[in-house]
């Protein structure tokens, strides 16, 4: 983010700016220019280094008319004027019971999203369902048959965008098998620009090959190198908010390519399939949502490593909807009402494809390569020079890296149309691997101090130097022209004058929304010339923000008074005063009741309210954003009723002032009718005509009434005069009470009754006052030091539990830094942020704030809470604080940067307890960001509170720990991109850091929620311990219906029941069991391993008339359990073993003849006799003789032994296949 220079500084230089664009298409001719690089060139022929001085090298939305389509709904029966409709995923509940199941592809498809976009719509790629539904009308009731696979008779819906939606029960899981169907080869590149610049997206550890998984190794971290690259057709999905198995959670890792694509890297080294689910096969994986959590709303989308940001802008998100019992009982009993109404909102820019004449050179083009010549993506077929033709409606997303700087005179160090800062040209500058290098533009005429050299100059405006970042290359953000609302630009809903509840997510990938809703301006001049719209009111009327106006008019005592770009809404004739005013522009409050994390501790009116700002200088956090309407960061989400019951007849607008950047405005990214021109910065204009003499677009403007692009006018929405659909017995009295200790007592909340939140949500962590309403049988002390409250140098936070147990938690020192040249891209010096950790207790002597990257050594390791409330250790009132001994954790975040941060934190909802000002001011939570957030905004010159306590979800199977290198995408040792210096000193790590295999645990991630932020590394690994334990012993047995299969079955140590769940979470579950054989008396090997909770296997694999062994081992990640083993077929037959412990004793030596009495010791149990031999020498030569006795016998005697001689005997066991090996010799005489 970078604030835009005034237009004055631009207009000193514009003369030359035009002269310097007049010139280019003549660059391979100027003077003493180097030479051009070559190709592919742009669409005029031009070379492909971009001009980043006098060129936008930006794009703008066709003008379409805004509410000419409806908006879609959920369901089919819901879709809008163009076919569109949020699809609605159809459960199989037979296939797993217990669970419902899915099978969703992802696919490349297209769909119209505006009428003014050309048929058959705009290239996408989205998630679609293929296996067919249970029809549960027709089965499982209780005078129905059971349900089985004869009632999968629903088929499911057709590819739409932001589909299907999962419609999930509390604590009933579900389950998904995912296959990635996106074209292979070439066709499955992406049609957007990719930066593989960005680790992940560009080359990897392994050579090519013809073969699908195989490429000897690569070192992919010197240049030039021949490794392949990871292809642009991978896919992960991570169920946002969702308490999953970390194998499950789609982390960077966990991605997979079409089983079709020839590549080395067909899967991220993190992936592993459901334990209890067969493996899908190659191209497919298995996923497991718990949905242990409280009725919210939540959606998966991308998080592949290197493209996560690209993914979802093309389509790759869908809702996913948790419901329980709590909420299903308030629509049941009207306390809310049952019309739910979900809006997915995001920014897009639709490339504009419209044949027009440049307006400077005179050539036929295109719109978008008026602004954009560089463009040579999307849908079009490329020529044999590589340039593709521009199609109008495809998406456009920028590339190519516009630094805010310039080292040319005689601008004030300002790039007109830069966007970003550029790390090398920053204070202190930024080390990079790949600095500036020689502009190809530049012309050394235009340097010269003689007159007579200068008049030669033929590219005024370029400098010597250009940041030498790649082409194309990501920037840090890319706040986009144009609204789109569930699928749809600009969309318009018809409502009946009554109220409505709606389930808002902000999906967009970078830009925040501040909602209100306003009553549209009915003045002619600014209503839409469109005949096609159901009301021509697409705007909202708006005036100075002067204190002036504010007096006269009798204003909102919070309403802007700051004379900002493009004023401010109009409220209207406003009476009254506090909470009687009444304005006649002001549309609905929003009465919010949930955010991402559930229902909220009490609802929250938020009236309308344009965003303000902080503007006490004697605040550090002077410039943050102060007051708002509904604001939603990117992946918050709002769970909000809107009543239109005053407003029948009128046309309102969903309107949306937010920053862009939040808090820095950026006026270039705010597009609102009636802004001015701003092509003079790259900007948005139309209209006029171009002044060659001046240099200027005179009589343009920006976005008109009725058009795009628009950033404000988010949807239109239409009160019908009356009702048309039933009514509703919503009140807003009923639903507070709902809240608090006068709830109405029901079957499921018996009296003494408890408050919402108490009854649907997981108990907090911290105690705080305003959380009195929600825990009325709970005290929370208001005053020091025990309000739950951490000042800016507190290294700790005391606080009372719900249990009134006062406790002492010692903070965890996280930091954040962005935009600033410690934080730029070390390579080459884009602007970027981090997170990271800060030195224990710091002061002026030893402050330092340690930047990581998402591959660097985890600093965030947690201890799983295996319980729901806090656990506390202490009950003596004379020795407070107690101490907390579960994995609760403080995690105290400093932000030295400029952008506010949407922070997502996975596997686990964090509660947010207070912001505090380095200058010490506290700020407690916004009423709307109680109870538990699974996004936090995290804002500058501050630190931000929030405690963690993660609790893993009770799983019925084992699952192992995450066991990678910290950064696949290089060679194992490499010391490549990794930072080697430990937090807790400050000092660097002995040895440095290099690419070593690591032990993540259970791996989750924490990171921006702002897309580019992300990607730029703006991430971290979090490293879950759970604890698990060895399994019991399985009890095998086996048996056969014939000779060649053995049929095993086993007792599984730790049973499940998936329909009650029963069993689940136990810390002994296994992963598998393991199928060891062994022939005969052999050793054991490895026959199968089959699935967690798995009890019979059958081995077709016998002979017969073979002896087998089996054991059966059960394993997890604590190690294998013991196993009994048993015999299956028939014994091999085998020589006997030898006999042993042979002992000779003569008998009485006046005996003739002397009898012998032989013993021996038997240990065979086949044979079928004994030979004994004797001889008078040891080498049985000589006077042999040999006896035999039969099976069993231990003893003989030789009466045939002559007195006074000297005898040797041996005995050997004997059967049918042959003799053992002869005893041990006994001598005697």
């Not at 359990?1121 to 091999?1132: C, E, L, Y």
Request: charged share 15%; hydrophobic share 40%.
């Amino acid at each position: 983010m970078k604030t835009r220079s005034t237009t004055n500084v631009w207009r000193c230089g514009l003369m030359l700016i035009l002269l310097c664009i007049w010139n280019i298409p003549h660059l391979a001719g100027a003077g003493t220019a180097p030479p051009i690089p070559t190709g592919p060139l742009d669409a005029n022929g031009n070379p492909s280094v971009p001009d980043y001085y006098t060129t936008a090298n930006w794009a703008n939305s066709p003008p379409l008319a805004k509410f000419v389509d409806t908006l879609p709904g959920l369901g089919s029966g819901k879709a809008n004027t163009l076919g569109q409709y949020l699809s609605v995923g159809k459960p199989d509940i037979v296939t797993y019971p217990g669970s419902d199941y899915y099978e969703i592809d992802l696919v490349e498809y297209r769909e119209r999203m505006h009428s003014d976009l050309p048929a058959p719509g705009t290239l996408l790629r989205g998630y679609v369902q293929v296996n067919k539904g249970t029809d549960t009308a027709s089965c499982g009731g209780t005078t129905q048959p059971a349900c089985s696979t004869i009632h999968n008779t629903l088929n499911p819906d057709l590819v739409h965008q932001l589909g299907p939606t999962l419609v999930a029960q509390r604590d009933r899981p579900v389950r998904i098998k995912f296959t990635n169907k996106l074209p292979i080869g070439p066709s499955g590149d992406l049609f957007i620009p990719v930066d593989t610049s960005v680790m992940g997206a560009g080359t990897g550890p392994a050579s090519a090959s013809a073969t699908r998984g195989v490429g000897a190794p690569c070192d992919n971290t010197v240049e030039p190198n021949a490794c392949a690259s990871y292809t642009q057709n991978r896919s992960a999905i991570h169920l946002h908010g969702g308490r999953t198995p970390w194998i499950s959670d789609g982390t960077p890792h966990q991605w997979i390519t079409p089983a079709g694509e020839i590549t080395p890297f067909t899967k991220g080294v993190s992936l592993q399939n459901v334990p209890d689910m067969p493996d899908p096969g190659d191209g497919s994986t298995t996923y497991y949502y718990t949905n242990q959590q409280s009725a919210r709303l939540m959606f998966y989308h991308e998080h592949a490593f290197g493209i996560t940001r690209l993914n979802p802008y093309v389509g790759v998100a869908a809702g996913y909807v948790i419901t329980d019992q709590w909420e299903q009982d308030l629509v049941t009993r009207g306390i809310i009402p049952a019309d739910q109404i979900p809006l997915i909102i995001q920014d897009k820019t639709f490339v504009d494809a419209t044949p027009v004449i440049h307006p400077v050179t005179g050539q036929a083009t295109t719109q978008v390569r008026v602004t954009d010549p560089l463009w040579n993506w999307g849908s079009g077929t490329p020529d044999a020079t590589g340039v593709r033709p521009p199609v109008t409606g495809d998406l456009w997303l920028p590339h190519v890296y516009m630094p805010a700087q310039t080292l040319a005179a005689g601008f004030g160090g300002v790039n007109p149309f830069g966007r970003w800062m550029y790390g090398p040209w920053f204070y202190p500058a930024t080390a990079v691997e790949k600095g500036p290098v020689t502009n190809p533009y530049y012309d050394a005429d235009c340097s010269s101090p003689f007159p007579a050299v200068y008049a030669n100059c033929t590219t005024p405006g370029q400098p010597t130097k250009i940041p030498g970042t790649p082409h194309p290359s990501m920037g840090m953000e890319a706040f986009q022209d144009s609204v789109v609302v569930n699928g749809t630009a600009f969309p318009s809903l018809t409502v009946d004058p009554r109220a409505y509840r709606f389930r808002i997510l902000n999906a967009a990938s970078d830009r925040f929304q501040n909602l209100s809703f306003y009553v549209a301006d009915t003045t002619l001049a600014n209503t839409s010339p469109d005949a096609r719209t159901l009301s021509p009111y697409t705007e909202v009327k708006t005036v100075t923000a002067s204190a002036a106006l504010a007096a006269a008019n009798n204003w909102p005592a919070d309403w802007p008074i700051d004379g900002r770009d493009g004023g401010v809404p109009d409220p209207g004739i406003c009476t009254g005063a506090g909470a009687t005013l009444s304005c006649t522009n002001l549309g609905p409050s929003f009465l919010q009741i949930g955010t991402e994390g559930g229902f909220l501790p009490q609802t929250v009116t938020i009236a309308p309210q344009p965003v303000t700002y902080i503007t006490d200088p004697t605040a550090f956090w002077v410039g943050i954003v102060d007051k708002t309407g509904l604001a939603l960061g990117p992946a918050e989400r709002a769970d909000v009723i809107v009543d239109f019951s005053a407003y029948a007849g009128k046309t309102l607008i969903l309107y949306n002032d937010a920053p862009a950047a939040w808090p820095a405005r950026v006026a270039g990214y705010d597009y609102y009718t009636g802004a001015p021109d701003m092509r003079d910065s790259g900007g948005y204009g139309t209209g006029g005509t171009f002044d060659p003499i001046t240099g200027a677009w005179v009589g343009g403007t920006g976005p008109l009434a009725g058009y795009a692009p628009n950033t404000r006018t988010v949807m239109q929405v239409i009160v019908r005069p009356t009702l048309v659909d039933p009514p509703n017995t919503y009140s807003q009295a009923a639903l507070a009470a709902e809240f608090t200790a006068a709830a109405t007592p029901t079957v499921i909340n018996p009296a003494p009754v408890k408050t919402l939140f108490e009854r649907a949500q997981e108990p907090i962590i911290v105690g705080q006052a305003a959380y009195s309403t929600a825990y009325p049988n709970s005290y929370f002390p208001p005053n020091f030091p025990w309000e739950g409250v951490n000042q800016i140098n507190d290294h700790f936070l005391n606080f009372v539990t719900l249990a009134g147990q006062p406790v002492q938690m010692p903070t965890e020192p996280k930091g954040i830094h962005d935009e600033m040249g410690a934080s730029f891209d070390p390579v080459y010096g884009r602007m970027s942020g981090n997170l990271g950790m800060q030195l224990p207790n710091p002061t002026t002597l030893n402050a330092n704030l340690i930047l990581y990257g998402f591959s660097d050594i985890p600093t965030e390791t947690v201890i799983n809470s295996t319980t729901v409330n806090v656990q506390v250790l202490g009950s003596d009132p004379a020795l407070i604080p107690w101490q907390v001994t579960d994995g609760t954790q403080i995690w105290k975040i400093s932000h030295n940067g400029v952008d506010t941060h949407p922070i997502h934190f996975h596997i686990f909802d964090v509660q947010l307890v207070n912001r505090v000002g380095w200058d010490g001011q506290t700020m407690l939570p916004e009423p709307n960001e109680l109870g538990w957030k699974d996004t936090v905004k995290i804002s500058p010159l501050m630190d931000t509170i929030v405690a963690v306590r993660p609790r893993a979800p009770a799983l019925p199977f084992g699952i192992a720990n995450s066991l990678r290198p910290l950064n696949p995408a290089i060679p194992l040792d490499s010391p490549m991109g990794f930072n080697s210096v430990d937090w807790t000193t400050g000092q660097a790590r002995v040895p440095a850091v290099t690419n070593i295999l690591y032990d993540f645990g259970w791996e989750y991630v924490w990171h921006c929620h702002i897309l580019s932020h992300e990607e730029m590394d703006m991430m971290r690994p979090i490293v879950l311990n759970v604890v698990s334990t060895v399994p019991g012993a399985p009890v095998l047995s086996a048996s056969s219906l014939s000779l060649t299969q053995a049929d095993l079955s086993w007792s599984d140590p730790t049973p499940v029941n998936y329909a009650t769940g029963a069993g689940f979470g136990d810390p002994a579950g296994e992963i598998g069991f393991r199928i060891e054989r062994a022939v005969g008396n052999g050793p054991f090997s490895v026959l199968r391993t089959v699935l967690a909770n798995s009890t019979t296997f059958s081995d077709l694999t016998v002979a017969a008339n073979t002896m087998y062994r089996y054991q059966v081992v059960a394993f997890n990640a604590a190690g294998d359990s013991i196993s009994n083993i048993v015999v299956f077929g028939q014994p091999i037959p085998v020589a006997p073993a030898t006999p042993s412990n042979l002992v000779a004793t003569a008998g009485p030596a006046a005996t003739t003849p002397a009898p012998v009495s032989l013993t021996w010791t038997d240990n065979a149990d086949n044979e079928t006799g004994f030979t004994i031999q004797r001889a008078t020498d040891a080498a049985f030569t000589l006077g042999l003789t040999t006896f035999t006795v039969g099976a069993n016998v231990t003893a003989f005697s030789d009466i045939t032994a002559a007195a006074a001689t000297t005898y040797f005997y041996r005995v050997a066991a004997v059967n049918a296949v042959g003799n053992s090996a002869w005893s041990n010799t006994a001598q005697v005489t």
